[in-house]
């Protein structure tokens, strides 16, 4: 157990080099008397990480660790989200929600290693994230100490922290004309606050930094192919590329044409209803390629099911329960109806819109004999009729009766 101003211990924090996990480092050291291990997460968030190493030290921070985990999360968090087809009421691919479990399994690492008492980070108390963080931690090593300085603080506004920042020469980034909260990593980008909390009011132009406006996209469509392996993505344009190639190859490709713009108002695990803008072009040209390779090679009926069971899916991971036995038994079930989803997804990226127009598999459920209106039609008609008498019966004998009940 850590006390406030006890001998002096270890935390490791979930360091993002922003002003609130910045002012963590000075705070943790003056409440807690504590060093500070940052770790901060390469997860394809674009930024300088040797500055931001730096700015830790700078503030304070008696170690500062950069890990490069895009591959882990791609192969490990973000995979089996697209291949369950995890989307979060209907809309959000959960590029936030899928980083927070495995930065919390390097926090835990990283505090076994260092021999730390704690880990913490830089959530507050009505998001979704806090909860993530936390229920990670615990499900992984019970025993650790979660400290999360903005629920205990006694800053209690933004002009606050900013003063505090200043006092101890922490350089303050956000200016009040941007005063958004971005979270960005390699599956997409989330933007919340500022102007975008009225839910009425269109997201101002200069939030986007992926995508291209659809409106001033390429006047030229776009085609695309991209080919799977047992559900997994393994090429595009007939090259094959490693995981991570290949989604920041699609964000780019994606992004130009406008493609993976997102406005949602969203139910957080918390109770609160919140609005957020997402950007995910990459994310969504998979999402979009991955469905139509499943609709091509499952059964109607596995299809359906897994579309009821990817609900919970999406579910599991918004809600932080990453590391559940749900999310192993979910995976089995996932793992196994993607055996034959392989082949090759065409699709046309055009001014915001990403539209499949045509799809091939060994494995292909589609018989064109039985599909066709052709005169080769090998599909038995009057097994069809017989099957409709069948399939209406139970409404037929219902009508009977209600007839009858009426005379
Ligand atoms: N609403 C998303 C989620 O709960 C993103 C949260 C973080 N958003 C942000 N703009 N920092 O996963």
């Known amino acids: 157990m850590i006390r406030k101003g006890t001998r002096k211990k270890k935390v490791v924090l979930a360091y993002s080099g922003g002003l609130d996990t910045s002012v963590i480092i000075k705070w943790l050291g003056e409440h807690y008397n504590c060093d500070v291990v940052a770790f901060i997460a390469d997860l394809g968030q674009g930024e300088d990480l040797k500055a931001i190493r730096r700015k830790a030290l700078d503030t304070g921070a008696v170690k500062a660790v950069v890990k490069d985990c895009r591959k882990e999360f791609a192969e490990h968090y973000v995979l089996p989200a697209l291949r369950a087809g995890a989307v979060y009421e209907r809309k959000y691919l959960l590029a936030t929600a899928l980083g927070r479990p495995l930065i919390a399994e390097h926090l835990v690492r990283t505090a076994h290693k260092e021999g730390a008492d704690a880990v913490a980070h830089g959530s507050t108390g009505k998001g979704n994230d806090q909860v993530r963080f936390d229920v990670s931690v615990r499900a992984l090593d019970p025993a650790l100490k979660i400290i999360v300085p903005i629920r205990e603080w006694e800053l209690k506004s933004r002009d606050e922290e900013i003063a505090y920042a200043r006092k101890h020469r922490i350089p303050v980034p956000v200016t009040k004309d941007k005063p958004y909260s971005i ?200 097994a069809g009729e017989a099957f409709s008498k069948i399939w209406g019966l139970p409404l037929e004998t219902h009508a009977r009766v209600r007839n009858r009940r009426r005379r």
Request: glycine residues 8%.
């Open 183 to 382: 979270d960005r990593n390699l599956w997409g980008t989330s933007i919340e606050c500022g102007i975008l909390e009225d839910p009425w009011e269109s997201p101002p132009d200069d939030i986007f930094s992926a995508v291209t406006l659809p409106h001033l996209a390429p006047a030229k469509a776009q085609e695309i192919e991209i080919g799977f392996s047992k559900g997994v993505p393994v090429s595009l344009n007939g090259r094959r590329l490693d995981l991570v190639s290949l989604i920041r190859q699609l964000n780019r490709t994606g992004g130009k044409h406008g493609v993976g713009i997102t406005d949602l108002v969203e139910n957080r695990l918390v109770g609160i209803k919140s609005r957020e803008i997402y950007e995910a072009p990459g994310a969504t040209i998979l999402h979009t390629a991955h469905r139509e390779m499943e609709s091509l090679v499952l059964d109607r009926e596995t299809l359906h099911l897994k579309e009821i069971l990817v609900t919970k899916y999406a579910e599991l991971v918004y809600y932080g329960w990453w590391f559940s036995p749900l999310r192993e038994a979910l995976d089995a079930f996932v793992n196994s109806t993607q055996r034959t989803v392989t082949g090759q997804v065409r699709l046309q990226l055009f001014k915001g819109s990403c539209r499949p127009t045509g799809r091939k598999s060994p494995h292909s459920l589609y018989d064109r004999k039985l599909a066709t209106y052709e005169e080769d039609d090998a599909f038995d008609h009057s």
